[in-house]
């Protein structure tokens, strides 16, 4: 199915968008998508669900106790989401780029970064990566996470029930989060692609050009602010705090995956994990293309889509 090159690994095949937004429509391959592994269900989006949980029913204040601001609930908050990024982004940079548990099978660029490189803070693209996302990127997400907890308990976010409204609950979870996220992300995205502002704010997050996890959140502190915006989406939309913390779960964690640099994870007797995101590799390595993800065809409507097969230069 894959193919080895001396640059590293590439899928044999044309990146394709997801079905949903396909003409014309095929419900089999909807359906299929939607609940056959791998999928937009399965496995990473059930993972971020189920974490959600946990965050939500066993490690998050009753939403009672956001109703005005407190320095203590914030500090828990930036803690707990701190230990959670470090857990996780900690041990798949650790088994990927650390002890290296499968060199570089399924690496699309077959080099590991260097440990000494002048570009980034401390000569060293991961404690770069690092210092960005703990002292910008968690301290961040943490204040919109409270924001949105704020106003669930002041009634600026309408609240809706889980248990009575079940079909309207799965269908945000399971398509609008995911559409919107991307259609979000794609928009500000190409905002900060405008040369003015690339070269004062993003210009930092593509200073990754071999990505690695610990690259996912590494940005400046204003590409934070509007990255996690998306969340206010929920002043307009009825929702429930844990769809809440599901979004911003996906939108902080997920970053790891989409910037592991390899298609696949190893998990025992090479056996492995899809986890490939390499549209997103390609616009590390081009910079011009690739703004979104492959749920909706955004980049093909706008001509900024690269399928793999075709070598593009760079455009400064």
Known sequence: MYKKR???????????????FSEPL??????KYLFYYPGLILPWNLVFLLISVILFYFLTPEI?????FSFEIFLYLFIRNLFLIIMIWGTLHYLLYKIKIQNNDYKYNAEFPKSNNKAFLFKNQTFDNIFLTIFSGVPI?????????YCFSNNFFQTVSLVSNPI?????????????????????HRFIHIKSIYKYIHYVHHKNINPGPWSGLAM????????????????????HPLIVVFFIIRASIG?????????????KNNKYLEAGHYQHYLHHKYFNCNFGDIII????WFGTFNDGSMEIKNKK
């Open 6 to 20: 001396n640059i590293g690994w590439k899928p044999n095949y044309k990146l394709q968008f997801s079905p949903l």
């Open 26 to 31: 095929n419900f089999v391959k909807i359906f």
């Open 64 to 68: 009672k106790y956001f109703n005005t």
């Open 141 to 149: 997400w943490t204040s919109y996470e409270y924001f949105a907890f």
């Open 168 to 188: 309207y609950s799965i269908l945000l979870i399971i398509l609008f989060i995911p559409i919107f996220h991307e259609l979000h992300f794609y928009l500000v």
């Open 220 to 239: 400046h502190p204003v590409e934070h602010f509007l990255y996690f915006s998306g969340i206010l989406i929920f002043l307009i939309v009825p929702s």
């Open 255 to 267: 970053p790891a995956l989409t910037h592991s640099g390899f298609d696949k994870i190893l998990i």
């Open 297 to 300: 065809p955004i980049d093909k």
